[in-house]
């Protein structure tokens, strides 16, 4: 059972706002990612880190940024949204050593919409 | 050709039925395989890992991993419309930069119907 929490769940929004999606972990993870879906479409990772103080920008552009500053914690924020930002947004957090060390587990995610 | 591609669905199978998924990959460095099934509106859950040549049982569902063919599959026995969902195929790289990343395919939408 994965312990990886999101929150909100839901959130509405209008356009120019600022946002801090949240993600945690309680399974010590050192990888954590940001993957961003709309309906029926694909998973694209817009974000992954492997540990405090470390970010990349994932397969897809995003206008979001995000921060690693605790190993739990991987929040994702967008200084101004617009309603080509509405979708889906997951987090997903993997350890780094043994057998298992790249499953990823996910969160249940942060459905977005910017009107 | 995309890195990792699955069989184009949706794919309907009856209850009881057996549904076989299947997904290729490029990268023959490829090391670790998934398979998520991922119901509508909700995040993907893992249901198998794999990581040698063979079969790999769990209940009702059997992974098959063939690396000189670059393939991947997944049976699934004893099909229940609860089965029906997205499931997607994730293939890790071996390392250097994209050590951890996983390489989604874009999903075989499966319908269990009774």
């Known amino acids: 059972e994965a312990d990886i929490y999101q929150t909100p769940r839901y959130l509405v929004i209008g356009t120019g706002k600022k946002i801090t999606l949240e993600c945690s972990q309680t399974?010590?993870?050192?990888?954590m990612y940001w993957y961003q879906q709309d309906p029926g479409m694909e998973l694209h990772l817009i974000h992954y880190s492997y540990g405090v103080n470390s970010t990349e920008k994932g397969d897809l552009s995003s206008e979001s940024t995000v921060s690693r500053i605790r190993t739990e914690h991987f929040p994702l924020t967008l200084e101004s949204a617009r309603p080509s930002h509405t979708s889906q947004y997951l987090c997903?957090?993997?350890?780094?050593?043994?057998?298992?060390?790249?499953?990823?587990?996910f969160g249940p995610g942060t459905r977005l919409t910017v009107l | 050709q995309k890195e990792v591609e699955q069989n184009s669905g949706p794919l309907s199978v009856p209850e009881g039925a057996i549904a076989s998924l299947n997904c290729t990959y490029s990268d023959r460095v490829s090391q670790s395989f998934f398979w998520y099934r991922q119901y509508s509106g909700k995040s993907p859950e893992l249901i198998m890992s794999?990581?040698?040549?063979g079969d790999k049982e769990d209940g009702r569902f059997t992974a098959q991993l063939n690396k000189a063919s670059q393939y991947v599959s997944l049976l699934i026995r004893d099909s229940q419309p609860s089965d029906s969902a997205t499931y997607l195929c994730a293939v890790s790289n071996a390392g250097g930069t994209s050590y951890g990343k996983l390489t989604f395919g874009q999903g075989t939408i499966l319908t269990v119907h009774p």
């Open positions: 794999i990581y040698s040549n």
């Open positions: 399974m010590g993870h050192d990888k």
């Open positions: 997903a957090s993997s350890a780094t050593s043994g057998r298992s060390a790249d499953t990823q587990y």
